[in-house]
DNA sequence: CTGTTAGCGCATTCAG
DNA sequence: CTGAATGCGCTAACAG
């Protein structure tokens, strides 16, 4: 028979079964199937008629052959599980949907190597584009990125020297910021949480920004920096650290929400008292910050909001229009919640050790 | 010229290039980076060879064409930023990108109307296997699915009628188990915090759970089901609102993490003494679950683990392999913690009023 | 063991 | 405006 089968003889409608059901050739029905619009209305609808009948559905396998492009985007994370980068992929998959290209999606764990596997992989998958995670890649993912024309966007940070394009937001603008604000609303030794199992440009960024502002203090703290894990548990380590190191530290910026929460909910356990004896500050403004006790201050970038807006520029480019700007920061913003010292509030003496 | 292009401009080297360069022909080349046994050693790496000076990195989308397999499994999920459907998809990919399988990834949003649309779009792209979220779908779906003949995985939940196969564990179980252990414990007018906003198989069945258990009590006790938004916020407002209802109730089975934890934050601003005055339980085993004071007694599934599973059964059967059953229990596990009476403890006399 | 041939289902010429 | 022809890059079947 000239059936053709999916995998296991399912018959499946082509283009041709549809021309021949509305005494068409195929390529009239694949002029309406894509909007062409020199075709006759009332052919169009005899065309139209078939594919409702038949049950058409165009197999977009084929399609990609042919007309060189796949309407498939691709995208690498570290860890899917984690919510501000699967909240950007929440984003993408978003405007994508409504504009028929869809995801594939893959997860690097943090390293540069793996993610350079995936990209080999991804690539002889033909995708419109892709879109990568932070700014930090091999040179052979680069080389291959830029080798095929894709557009390509790094998010979730910014840098001079982008593949393609960067959207994003610079961290180390937002460490610096915040660190200065502790400094601003009274808190005199600030330590930084940073965490080193998961080596990455934003992290990395961060802590530039912390010992940026330290550097500009009227008389120059001396930046402090703990190495943690990243995680709940990782914070209340942080906690006995900072503690140990130094009895005078007096704020804890951490370079996640993950560790300040966990550090948060270790004063809780040990009865220290925050912000009054410690103030602790982190970054991404997880939902978990400002439900938590006392909530967090923290950084927030609008994640979704960022992978819609990623989606947007590459299907763009996808379409032919040329790139305006290598780089679209999308800014970030301070919540100032109740783990530190805010306005109007006057530091109080602390108990000494 | 000859030469294909990718995008625009660039050189792709295909099959019949290697096989010139290797005086084979493309069958054999094909044959070689297919794995086929019957090729000669000394082919072999004369094609191996070729293959690696002139870089080339076959083309899937002709593949799939060709073999009519896309070594592309489809995965819908409700929201990608929830940790515990983005685990599920971590295990996954983990395990398909090691078999040179890759994931296309879709959010539905809870709604059975968007899963179902994007069904028909994934489709289209011929995957070679689906895995969707939990065991509600339309009729439109399950048609769709069965006629495709195609792998079927429903995830996180159990069914006797599974549109193929079902990987997960019971909530209806567990559900029921956490009521009963909360009631061997001592805790007496358990209330259970369900959501309506997001309504699904997984939270009805842990409802329904709950509902069995409280009719086996000795002295059967009413359900009280409260209903909020499945969030920190709503989990506050059940304690209002189980307060308001009756002030008896000393436990709150929460039918996720979120509400919990919700709830446990709320009580710390109130000065709620968890779990003696009120014992709080969840669903999820969230990472926050267990670093939250007092720690929360919850259900526990190993999320990661049961995505390998679900990816190793999926290429089993892409493979041929006929599936063995209908049904596989991962099986659940409860956390008893600090948020609820645990062993040994006894029940205090509440403050009234 | 290996070269050749014939599609996979579609988009896109190119004539008419 | 439309039908027929050509090929996307690859796998699979079939001779040799």
Redesign the interface.
């Known amino acids: 028979m000239g059936d053709t ?6 018959a499946a409608v082509r283009i041709s079964d549809v021309a021949r059901h509305a005494n068409v050739g195929a390529g009239t029905v694949s002029r309406v199937i894509n909007g062409s619009q020199s075709v006759a209305p009332e052919t169009r609808k005899r065309v139209l008629a078939a594919v409702r009948e038949l049950g058409y ?6 399609r ?2 042919a007309a ?3 309407g ?1 985007i691709a995208a690498i994370i570290p ?5 501000q980068h ?2 950007v ?2 984003g993408l ?2 405007v994508l ?1 409504e504009r ?1 290209t ?6 690097s764990g943090h390293s540069p190597e793996m993610e350079e ?2 990209v ?7 995708p419109d584009a892709f879109y990568l995670t932070g700014t930090w890649h091999t040179d052979v993912t680069r080389e291959l990125l830029k ?4 557009p390509v966007i790094e998010g979730s940070n910014l840098t001079e020297t982008p593949i393609d394009m960067v959207v994003g937001y610079s961290n180390f603008a937002a460490g610096r910021e915040l660190t200065r604000l502790l400094a601003l609303r009274g808190h005199r030794h600030i330590a930084h949480v940073t965490t080193k199992y998961e080596p990455n440009d934003r992290i990395t960024d961060r802590l530039n920004g912390y010992k940026a502002a330290c550097s500009e203090f009227p008389r120059a703290q001396q930046p402090i920096v703990i190495e943690c894990e990243n ?3 990782g914070g ?1 380590e942080a906690i006995a650290l900072a503690l140990k190191f130094d009895q005078r530290i007096d704020a804890l910026f951490c370079a996640t929400d ?1 560790m300040a ?2 550090a948060i ?1 270790e004063c ?2 040990r009865g220290i008292e925050v912000p009054t004896r410690l103030g602790i500050a982190g970054f991404d403004d997880l ?2 910050a ?4 006392p909530s967090l201050t923290t950084i927030h970038v609008d994640r ?1 909001e960022m992978g819609r807006k990623i989606a947007e520029v590459l299907l763009r480019r996808v379409e032919g229009e040329s790139l305006l700007s290598h780089e679209i920061d999308v800014g970030f913003e301070i919540k100032e919640r109740n783990s530190t010292f805010t306005k109007g509030e006057k530091r109080r003496n602390r108990s000494t050790g």
Chains 1, 2 share one sequence.
């Open positions: 089968t999916i995998r296991d003889g399912k559905v165009p197999n977009l396998v084929a990609s052959l060189n492009r796949t498939i860890v899917i599980g984690y919510t699967a909240q992929i929440q998959t978003e949907h028929g869809n995801l594939m999606i893959g997860a596997k995936i080999g992989a991804f690539l002889a998958r033909r080798a095929s024309g894709l995680s709940f548990e209340a993950l929460v966990g909910l809780q356990r939902p978990i400002s439900a938590v006790v979704v």
